[in-house]
């Protein structure tokens, strides 16, 4: 079977672009599988003339972070206007999501051609390892050459079709050799380094011993947790233990003692990955499946190499790789020069982490940007900011603010530009005439904090490592976050500035109480409802209703119901907080909005207005009693009228009056 694209106009027309652009959907761009995957890609888009764009999207029903989700919100740019034909890096995406729901996830981008690397999917062209016999040999190894008679592996229990593969092969190479092949083999980590070491930790704790003299672990970075446990606990590798990783990360090869480990010809997949797409779009048929083979490099972890040799690697064929005096030199300069690039980002961040602001940014931001090596950035930005829950696709808005920007390809700098510049992302991801066409990678991710999206950035970025430009990206989110909701606060501190103007511009006072009328009170306490709404604080409501008020002025005259109102008045002001907000309703009736008031500290405001009153009673020159019923109700943000609300607080101060009279009876 073969698939033919040559229908499909898709590749015939590319919006006037002189090149083909390329898209890849991939978890991230910093871990090492990552950043030798993108090395081919890119080799095989220069060699092609073609133009890279890096979605990096995180991994589907993430464990150890609940918004990873946010991280998908690019791939809404996965389309005909931007991109001629995807890649995908299935491996890691497919770890926790079964194939057919990864595959309903890949029907999402059609009619775009889709070529999936490290995963065979049907229908799909697929460019896979197969690890079969380098597992194979590398397990004999163990038996034959270094006679390791109990054999574990580092493996994992997610959903994952790497690990199911190199699990049948470890196996059942085992099992050929009457080798245990079983759980009881396996230690269990999550392809994570803090997770192996937890559970070997464990394994030793619950068997009293690190009883295996060989280990295969599913990926490096397990095999390097395992090395640094036996480091701290005597174990010494390879004299007590034959350890052997996967995947063949450049670290491999620099630590002491060096590790042996199944190379996947990463790069090489991801090059063969561009030959196809571009045959895809030329046109051509391309095969479904298309195996590059594993192959065993043998280091000192196993015992091949002695440690202080200058042999770097030993193949299955017996050829021999040496190390360069130049790659010495690169490995011991190499954690110097992140230091220094961390120092820079360090920098950046600390300046802006007093008071992020959206005018600070403007001003900054491109500058900041090139002094990390990127030739072009731009921030386009969602107004107001959007709210989400998880998501498999996320709805873009129809129009977004490009915030700041550069090319210093093509010359374009937002500084340059006075007027706003707005634009549909549904066209193209920024305006082509803000975007060069070139041939070094361009990469996409999404500003979001939690649960909130702010926006998107586009760059290419430079030299720097690309765990410091996923360092940066999380910074421009905290920025922006932090930016929209220093403003969202200054615009509610102008706005009960406003209030406080309209109190003295208009007279909202009761003369009697000098508290708010009725007018004055309304007014004021619904806004500031609203705003406590926009923070997304409750509070509660309160509503008076004095005791016996209509008895004091039949009794002892109008003249001692103005002095039981006033006292009343008092009492109130005193109890509450300066913050809440008071008013007489008029006649005997008081009403109180206090944000963010609990049930136990209204408790206690009605228990000393109690004390109060009696202690007026005591002290006052007075014949009547002064005594007042309340009743409150709670507000949020799915109960918030004003009128609704002293609807609601009123009943409850009746039925308190109505209990008071019960009592007294």
């Given at each position: 079977?073969?698939?033919?694209?040559?229908?499909?106009?898709?590749?015939?027309?590319?919006?006037?672009?002189?090149?083909?652009?390329?898209?890849?959907?991939?978890?991230?761009?910093?871990?090492?599988?990552?950043?030798?995957?993108?090395?081919?890609?890119?080799?095989?888009?220069?060699?092609?003339?073609a133009?890279?764009?890096?979605?990096?999207?995180?991994?589907?029903?993430?464990?150890?972070?609940?918004?990873?989700?946010?991280?998908?919100?690019?791939?809404?740019?996965?389309?005909?206007?931007?991109?001629?034909?995807?890649?995908?890096?299935?491996?890691?995406?497919?770890?926790?999501?079964?194939?057919?729901?990864?595959?309903?996830?890949?029907?999402?981008?059609?009619?775009?051609?889709?070529i999936?690397i490290?995963?065979?999917?049907?229908?799909?062209?697929?460019?896979?390892?197969?690890?079969?016999?380098?597992?194979?040999?590398?397990?004999?190894?163990?038996?034959?050459?270094?006679?390791?008679?109990?054999?574990?592996?580092?493996?994992?229990?997610?959903?994952?079709?790497?690990?199911?593969?190199?699990?049948?092969?470890?196996?059942?190479?085992?099992?050929?050799?009457?080798?245990?092949?079983?759980?009881?083999?396996?230690?269990?980590?999550?392809?994570?380094?803090?997770?192996?070491?937890?559970?070997?930790?464990?394994?030793?704790?619950?068997h009293?011993?690190?009883?295996?003299?060989?280990?295969?672990s599913?990926?490096?970075?397990?095999?390097?947790?395992?090395?640094?446990?036996?480091?701290?606990?005597?174990?010494?590798?390879?004299?007590?233990?034959?350890?052997?990783?996967?995947?063949?990360?450049?670290?491999?090869?620099?630590?002491?003692?060096?590790?042996?480990?199944?190379?996947?010809?990463?790069?090489?997949?991801?090059?063969?990955?561009?030959?196809?797409?571009?045959d895809?779009?030329?046109?051509?048929?391309?095969?479904p499946?298309?195996?590059?083979?594993?192959?065993?490099?043998?280091?000192?972890?196993?015992?091949?190499?002695?440690?202080?040799?200058?042999?770097?690697?030993?193949?299955?064929?017996?050829?021999?790789?040496?190390?360069?005096?130049?790659?010495?030199?690169?490995?011991?300069?190499?954690?110097?020069?992140?230091?220094?690039?961390?120092?820079?980002?360090?920098?950046?961040?600390?300046?802006?982490?007093?008071y992020?602001?959206?005018?600070?940014?403007?001003?900054?931001?491109?500058?900041?940007?090139?002094?990390?090596?990127?030739?072009?950035?731009?921030?386009?930005?969602?107004?107001?900011?959007?709210?989400?829950?998880?998501?498999v696709?996320?709805?873009?808005?129809?129009?977004?603010?490009?915030?700041?920007?550069?090319?210093?390809?093509?010359?374009?700098?937002?500084?340059?530009?006075?007027?706003?510049?707005?634009?549909?992302?549904?066209?193209?991801?920024?305006?082509?005439?803000?975007?060069?066409?070139?041939?070094?990678?361009?990469?996409?991710?999404?500003?979001?904090?939690?649960?909130?999206?702010?926006?998107?950035?586009?760059?290419?970025?430079?030299?720097?490592?690309?765990?410091?430009?996923?360092i940066?990206?999380?910074?421009?989110?905290?920025?922006?976050?932090?930016?929209?909701?220093?403003?969202?606060e200054?615009?509610?501190r102008?706005?009960?500035?406003?209030?406080?103007?309209?109190?003295?511009?208009?007279?909202?006072?009761?003369?009697l109480?000098?508290?708010?009328?009725?007018?004055?009170?309304?007014?004021?306490?619904?806004?500031?409802?609203?705003?406590?709404?926009?923070?997304?604080?409750?509070?509660?409501?309160?509503?008076?209703?004095?005791?016996?008020?209509?008895?004091?002025?039949?009794?002892?005259?109008?003249?001692?119901?103005?002095?039981?109102?006033?006292?009343?008045?008092?009492?109130?002001?005193?109890?509450?907080?300066?913050?809440?907000?008071?008013?007489?309703?008029?006649?005997?009736?008081?009403?109180?909005?206090?944000?963010?008031?609990?049930?136990?500290?209204?408790?206690?405001?009605?228990?000393?207005?109690?004390?109060?009153?009696?202690?007026?009673?005591?002290?006052?020159?007075?014949?009547?009693?002064?005594?007042?019923?309340?009743?409150?109700?709670?507000?949020?943000?799915?109960?918030?009228?004003l009128?609704?609300?002293?609807?609601?607080?009123?009943?409850?101060?009746?039925?308190?009056?109505n209990?008071?009279?019960?009592?007294?009876?």
């Amino acid at each position: 079977m073969f698939f033919d694209f040559s229908k499909n106009l898709l590749y015939l027309f590319y919006m006037g672009r002189k090149r083909k652009r390329i898209g890849l959907l991939i978890h991230d761009e910093e871990s090492e599988y990552s950043m030798e995957l993108i090395k081919g890609i890119e080799q095989g888009c220069k060699e092609a003339d073609a133009q890279l764009f890096i979605f990096t999207v995180g991994e589907f029903n993430c464990t150890w972070s609940k918004n990873e989700y946010q991280r998908r919100a690019v791939t809404f740019f996965i389309n005909q206007n931007n991109i001629d034909v995807l890649l995908c890096a299935s491996a890691i995406q497919m770890n926790n999501i079964s194939t057919e729901d990864f595959i309903s996830y890949l029907n999402y981008f059609k009619p775009l051609p889709v070529i999936s690397i490290g995963v065979e999917i049907p229908d799909i062209p697929s460019v896979v390892v197969d690890c079969t016999k380098a597992l194979k040999n590398l397990v004999n190894h163990l038996i034959d050459k270094h006679h390791c008679k109990k054999i574990g592996v580092l493996g994992v229990s997610i959903a994952s079709k790497d690990a199911e593969d190199r699990n049948r092969v470890i196996f059942s190479t085992l099992r050929e050799r009457g080798y245990a092949h079983d759980d009881s083999v396996v230690i269990y980590g999550q392809f994570t380094y803090s997770c192996v070491l937890n559970n070997i930790k464990k394994y030793v704790e619950e068997h009293k011993t690190f009883d295996f003299d060989g280990i295969v672990s599913l990926n490096d970075d397990m095999a390097f947790a395992l090395f640094d446990y036996c480091n701290d606990n005597g174990i010494k590798i390879p004299e007590d233990l034959c350890l052997c990783g996967f995947d063949d990360i450049p670290r491999c090869s620099f630590t002491q003692p060096s590790l042996t480990s199944v190379n996947q010809q990463i790069a090489e997949q991801g090059r063969r990955s561009v030959e196809i797409a571009l045959d895809l779009l030329n046109g051509k048929k391309v095969p479904p499946k298309t195996y590059i083979e594993a192959k065993v490099k043998y280091r000192q972890s196993c015992g091949c190499i002695e440690a202080g040799s200058n042999i770097h690697t030993i193949t299955d064929t017996g050829e021999t790789a040496y190390y360069s005096d130049f790659q010495k030199i690169s490995a011991a300069l190499d954690w110097h020069r992140k230091r220094i690039q961390l120092s820079n980002i360090t920098d950046f961040q600390t300046s802006h982490l007093e008071y992020a602001s959206y005018r600070i940014l403007k001003e900054t931001l491109n500058d900041d940007c090139r002094s990390f090596n990127c030739s072009a950035m731009s921030v386009c930005l969602y107004e107001p900011p959007i709210e989400t829950e998880s998501f498999v696709h996320f709805a873009v808005p129809e129009n977004v603010n490009l915030f700041v920007g550069y090319d210093d390809k093509i010359g374009f700098d937002t500084k340059n530009i006075s007027e706003p510049v707005y634009f549909n992302p549904h066209k193209y991801i920024l305006p082509p005439e803000y975007m060069a066409d070139t041939t070094e990678s361009t990469t996409v991710f999404a500003l979001y904090q939690r649960n909130v999206q702010y926006g998107y950035v586009v760059w290419r970025t430079g030299d720097f490592d690309p765990c410091m430009y996923r360092i940066i990206s999380k910074t421009f989110s905290c920025f922006f976050g932090s930016a929209f909701i220093n403003r969202r606060e200054e615009i509610q501190r102008q706005q009960l500035e406003e209030n406080n103007m309209l109190l003295a511009k208009f007279s909202r006072t009761d003369e009697l109480t000098q508290l708010l009328n009725r007018r004055g009170f309304m007014n004021i306490a619904q806004q500031s409802v609203n705003i406590a709404m926009g923070i997304r604080q409750s509070g509660m409501v309160v509503y008076g209703d004095m005791d016996g008020l209509k008895k004091i002025n039949d009794t002892y005259g109008h003249e001692a119901g103005d002095r039981a109102i006033k006292a009343e008045a008092e009492i109130l002001t005193k109890a509450f907080r300066c913050t809440d907000i008071i008013g007489r309703l008029g006649g005997d009736e008081f009403a109180v909005v206090a944000l963010g008031l609990t049930e136990k500290a209204y408790k206690k405001i009605k228990d000393n207005i109690e004390k109060l009153c009696e202690e007026w009673n005591k002290t006052a020159d007075e014949e009547f009693v002064l005594s007042i019923s309340l009743g409150a109700a709670f507000f949020d943000e799915n109960n918030f009228d004003l009128n609704e609300l002293l609807k609601k607080a009123d009943a409850a101060q009746y039925k308190e009056k109505n209990l008071k009279k019960a009592t007294r009876k």
